[in-house]
């Protein structure tokens, strides 16, 4: 009964095509999830890696609220199966999956849509709560049959088995503007151990430098239930557009590069900005092909700020620089 419901909402998902429909299928997965779970999530296992801070059990949890988020993922994760399997009709595919949290969101819905002689997931998780109720969920919907294995594991310094070849590797552990949380220090090493042909989702994330008012940016705040999409919201009309400051995508980590710092060049700051004092970074999320998150659609892409130009009027140049060699975080340089 319950893989069928799944498979109803799922396909409710990727048939969706505007905001008001996305919205209601993604409530309705929520729903699901939270109607058939007989374990409560924890939110005092929060962990600390090398790299950021993975969420605990119950905020990963949570990320299923991020209705736009998880509809994008999910279409896009779909269609890159899709793909996979018109390409390979004799092959089996591997996915790996790293930072699942407890409901496995991204691919335990899409599951039923697939051959389960076909298909063989590993999903890791550093957290043992969440793997546990993944279990949970994989025994009540009634997906046993399928290849699923769980690993406690930190999928930053996870090594791929040499008899398992990815073919799609999947992580969403992201925040705003790539701070906090471990998305690029997880990526950096899953990416080196695939094969060249492998898919990873997300494709691409770009960071973009602008002046701005922040206040006055588009952003999801509390009530999701509100979200626009890209075309419909009304942009600052103000904002300046200064740089793309760095794409990250698979060719980035392929190349031998081990540096866990990013510095942009010096930008000239503006001698009058009263109509856009605020130096500010925004993401967009290339998930797979066209299926994108563009800014303020997801907790996400909201925009950032960093700081007033009002607080650093006596310089005249600014330099940014990530830094997720620890707790992913921005900075900046005055000249």
Known sequence: MYKQELTIIVKSIIDSNTVSEQLESAQQLSCFYKNIISCTHSDDNETLVNGGVALSSSGAADCVDDYLRTVSFIKGIHKA???????????????????????????????PLFDKGRISVVLIDINRSSLESVQNLV???GLEDYNLQMIETNAITYKIPDDF????????????????EPQIAISGNIIKQLPCEAIFIPQEIRIDLAYTFFDYE?????????????????PYPHKVF?????????????????????????????DIFENYPDVCLFTEIKIFEDIELQTAESYITNPYCLVSMYGIKDYSEIKL???????????????
């Not at 070849?165 to 906090?180: C, F, G, N, P, Q």
């Not at 620089?321 to 000249?335: A, M, N, T």
């Open 81 to 111: 199966l899709t793909r996979l399997f018109i390409n390979s009709p004799e092959k089996s595919i591997n996915i790996l999956y790293a930072g699942c949290g407890p409901y496995a969101t991204l691919i335990l819905p899409l599951l």
């Open 139 to 141: 025994s009540t919907i």
């Open 165 to 180: 070849k990815v073919d799609l590797a999947i992580s969403e552990t992201m925040h705003y503007a790539l701070t906090r």
């Open 218 to 234: 588009q952003s999801l705040r509390v009530n999701v239930n509100e979200v626009k999409g890209y075309k419909e919201m009304q």
């Open 242 to 270: 200064v740089d793309r400051l760095f794409t990250i995508n698979k060719e980035h980590f392929e190349r031998e590069n081990s540096n866990s710092r990013i510095e942009s060049t010096f930008y000239t700051l503006p």
């Open 321 to 335: 620089v990530y830094d997720f060699s620890e707790i992913p975080k921005w900075s900046y340089q005055l000249k």
